[in-house]
């Protein structure tokens, strides 16, 4: 499966506008992050609009990510956790790891003001999957390889899900409402998944499964992204 995701899709680093790199699936016009910013997207739509909202009156927070991908959230939410004195347990699904050749040439490590960055962003590729590690103090992190069609999450575990699949015009399987299904049951009452897509299928297939939607403002490049929320936060 993983080779032939590979032969389907050649991968190349670009450059956004922010500075930060992200990786564009060669012909198919389709990129890892936003073109306009990947770093300043993915404080946007994860950070502020996920892991923000529900920081407020919380110590340990629980985080699911869907497609780690290049694992800049993973990275962002160490440095808000460090900020912000908060204790994390990351559970990240990715069913076609980025390959060592390409994460190793990206720049988000060196971008941060952070001294050990680079650290923890090279423990973030070489940890095992499948395994919990301590990534850093107070921040345990579990990467699964697997794919989200078929992964059983574990049951009312999560405080906030980073929904970070490929764009549905490419993926429409992965943004139905039997993968919906399986991360609400996942969620916390009082919980939020966010997204940077706000089309019609996907909201549909979330309130299908009992979330709430709501409209956030994008980042630059965008209008809107989605926060899905379980309970009444
Ligand atoms: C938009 S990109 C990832 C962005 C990622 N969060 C990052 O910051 O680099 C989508 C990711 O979903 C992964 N993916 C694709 N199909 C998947 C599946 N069925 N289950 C889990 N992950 C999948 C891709 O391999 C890719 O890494």
Known sequence: MISLFCQMYQKRIIKSEDGSHTIELIGQNE????THGAIQESNHVYIKHGLERI??????????????GTGLNVLLTWIYAK??????NYYAIEAFPVEEEIWRQLN???LQNESDSEEIY???HQSAWNETTELAKDFKFKKIEDSILEHQLPKTEFDVVYFD????????KLWTSDVFENIFSSMKNESV????????????AMKSCGFKIEKKPG??????????????I
């Not at 699949?165 to 429409?172: G, I, V």
């Not at 998944?193 to 549909?204: E, N």
């Open 55 to 68: 920081t407020q009156n919380a110590d340990t927070i629980s985080i699911l990510e869907v497609g780690m």
């Open 219 to 232: 980042p630059p490049g965008k209008r809107e992204i989605l926060n899905a929320v379980k309970g009444s």
């Open 108 to 110: 988000y490590a060196t």
């Open 193 to 204: 998944l966010s997204t940077y897509s706000t089309k019609g299928i996907v909201k549909r």
């Open 122 to 124: 090279d423990r973030i």
């Open 83 to 88: 900020k912000h004195h908060l204790k994390v």
């Open 31 to 34: 990129q890892y992050h936003s």
């Open 165 to 172: 699949a490929f764009n549905p015009d490419l993926e429409p």
